[in-house]
């Protein structure tokens, strides 16, 4: 393990389909952190997903659960190598249950700067925006 990871804790309505869903996009379960309550899903070495029961979530926080399906509560941007595979993982999440969000205006600005990037909605409402950046400092 990795001296320095990011866990996002996300509240679910329905762990098996989320699990499901995330599973669809190519990324895995961790069944060592895995159980009725919630589910780890590993994106890569350094970043996973704790998908939360709602009920499980509530242990966690004493504010109310917000309703993403609704609002919009954090987006989640993701960096990828490529242009490529950001139109991949988009299109897997979409074929997956989620929905695109197309903002022209959005799109228009990241081009004009080296940026690709695409929005889509997860089945509970969380917003991921993965996007390639050709940097030339990197």
């Not at 990795?2 to 995330?22: C, E, H, Q, T, W």
């Not at 070495?45 to 109310?64: A, E, H, Q, V, Y």
């Not at 595979?85 to 228009?108: Q, Y």
């Amino acid at each position: 393990m990795s001296s320095k990871m990011i866990f996002i804790n996300l509240p679910v309505a329905d762990l098996d389909r989320s699990k499901g869903f995330y599973e669809a996009l190519g990324w895995k379960v961790n069944e060592d952190f895995t159980d009725q309550n919630a589910s780890c899903i590993v994106v890569d070495d350094n970043i996973c997903l704790m998908l939360l029961t709602k009920d499980f979530f509530t242990m966690f926080s004493k504010r109310p659960i917000g309703d993403t399906t609704g609002t919009i509560a954090a987006a989640y941007a993701l960096s990828l190598g490529s242009a490529a595979e950001v139109d991949a993982l988009t299109e897997a999440a979409v074929a997956a249950g989620a929905s695109e969000e197309v903002n022209d205006d959005k799109r228009a600005e990241e081009a004009q700067v080296g940026m690709h990037g695409r929005t889509f909605i997860d089945p509970d409402g969380h917003q991921w925006e993965p996007f390639y950046m050709n940097y030339p400092g990197a």
